[in-house]
């Protein structure tokens, strides 16, 4: 698929401002849409959706299909009589500049599950009919994953692997008991996703009324405490007692010397090829109902992955095992047709993965931070090719002044001098050289467009705790900063 010049913001709808903990989908992403859109931007980009556990990463999610229940919009359920203002009393003391995820967690659901019993309450109407044809349109994967939250809950929160077995290696017996014995946890878990869906779509159809495109973000790997690994363990290497035999990493580097150990199981792609990519083109099938533009992260582990056995305690360990290549791909457009995917290309990247990334016509991902250990780095804009995607940083990155303060200083004095810049709007001189480029997109994190330092850093890979929790202050979307933004716009045709 070709796409068109423009670009656009990185911001996750967790960091948007609001009284209720965490950004949701209510009145702030309206209103930051509306922004994107006055500033001529083109482009939303968004973290993965899915439904956070524990460290609270977007990336290692209870489900490959389902939304985040975090995500709703207390507003527009008392907008749609599913909640009252009376209904917030006793809402915590959260803080304005961070997502506190242990308050949410306590918070939250119960919430949701307030507007369930309301729900419940009314007369039969409109918004039964659209709940009935949710459940059937995506029963597939709702009552997997429904269940398993139900038993989940059950279990105080214990991971799959540590359930019952009858429960952990799914005995139809003991699965139509829990359907039974939980079928009033099920249905919440049901409304959750359907509020989640609803509230979803209209905001994305709101985006495309304003002439935006959402990007969404794929991570390769499933979560091992995820419905997915639960319900298809004959899809991953996983022993009897459901525990991998195999998980997912990447081996040792300049940053982390004994590599990253992500832990997640790794796919049987044989199993996968039997069913002709069923699972995979489902996904896929699922994540573009939901967004217009997908980021498949770690894009790399279809070309080789690094296996790391189960019991390793890091990364170092291990070995690259081909992945299942272009015949993946072909099944998925052969199921769906050209897709609007960008690859993630980042870290060891072999020849095998240039190949395929190039061979799919698919754009790949230049960070600009990156690029400032000499003239031949890649990531310079003078060596991009036009279907790239240039980003300042990501949300695995530092800020660009958080970078500016902490790399190394000659880097620092190469990145001044490859600018033409004294250093004193560091972040900004990235952006205008970004927007310059020949990329046919052009991102920014939030935090870069607002100057902000280390302190917004969103993420620190291969660390654990205190992560995903940054929230953009009230006030940030000024005149000023709209009008920056719209002049690089017209300035570099985007």
Avoid at 382 to 405: F, L
Wanted: one cysteine or more; a negative charge; hydrophobic letters at 40%.
């Amino acid at each position: 698929m070709t796409f068109q010049r423009c670009s656009g913001i990185l911001l996750h709808p967790s960091s948007l401002p609001g009284p209720y903990g965490i950004g949701d989908l209510g009145p702030a992403a309206y209103r930051f849409i509306d922004y994107l859109a006055e500033t001529g931007c083109k482009l939303w980009q968004v973290l993965p959706l899915g439904p956070t556990g524990y460290g609270d990463s977007p990336y290692q999610c209870f489900s490959a299909f389902a939304g985040n229940p975090y995500l709703v919009s207390p507003d527009l359920l008392i907008q749609d009589g599913l909640l009252t203002g009376d209904d917030l009393a006793g809402m915590p003391a959260f803080p304005e500049n961070r997502v506190d995820f242990g308050l949410i967690f306590n918070w939250k659901p119960a919430l949701l599950d307030k507007a369930c019993a309301r729900f419940e309450s009314l007369p039969t109407g409109p918004l039964h009919d659209e709940f009935a044809a949710y459940r059937l349109s995506n029963a597939s994967w709702l009552e997997d994953f429904t269940l398993f939250m139900a038993i989940k809950d059950a279990n105080d929160g214990r991971a799959w692997t540590e359930w019952p077995s009858p429960l952990r290696t799914r005995q139809p017996a003991a699965l139509a008991a829990a359907r039974e014995s939980f079928a009033s946890a099920i249905l919440r878990h049901e409304f959750r996703q359907f509020l989640f869906s609803r509230q979803w779509q209209a905001l994305r159809n709101y985006a495309h009324g304003k002439g935006l495109q959402i990007i969404g973000d794929i991570p390769i790997f499933v979560a091992m405490d995820s419905s997915d690994a639960w319900s298809h363990p004959e899809l991953f290497y996983l022993d009897e007692a459901g525990k991998p035999t195999v998980v997912a990493g990447v081996p040792p580097d300049y940053f982390s010397p004994t590599g990253q150990l992500w832990g997640n199981p790794l796919y049987r792609w044989d199993l996968h090829q039997s069913t002709g990519y069923q699972w995979w083109i489902e996904r896929i099938r699922a994540t573009l109902r939901t967004v217009d533009i997908v980021r498949i992260d770690h894009f790399r582990g279809f070309a080789g992955y690094w296996e790391i056995p189960g019991d390793a305690p890091t990364a170092e360990r291990g070995r690259w095992v081909p992945g299942p290549g272009l015949e993946l791909f072909t099944a998925i457009r052969g199921a769906l047709g050209e897709l609007p995917i960008i690859a993630e290309d980042l870290g060891e990247i072999t020849p095998d993965v240039i190949e395929l990334r190039d061979m799919l016509g698919l754009p790949g991902m230049k960070i600009y931070q990156f690029g400032f250990s000499g003239p031949d780095n890649p990531f310079l804009p003078h060596h991009y090719p036009r279907n790239c995607i240039v980003y300042t940083g990501t949300h695995d990155n530092d800020t660009a002044w958080g970078w500016y303060h902490t790399a190394p200083a000659h880097e620092v004095d190469f990145a001044r001098r490859y600018l033409n810049v004294d250093g004193s709007d560091f972040a900004w001189d990235m952006i205008r050289s970004a927007w310059a480029s020949v990329a046919v997109f052009a991102l920014a994190p939030l935090q870069d467009l607002l100057n902000l330092g280390s302190e917004a850093r969103m993420n620190f890979p291969g660390k654990m705790g205190g992560f995903w929790a940054w929230r953009m202050p009230p006030a940030s979307l000024e005149d000023d900063l709209k009008w920056r933004i719209k002049g690089l716009n017209y300035l570099y045709e985007r």
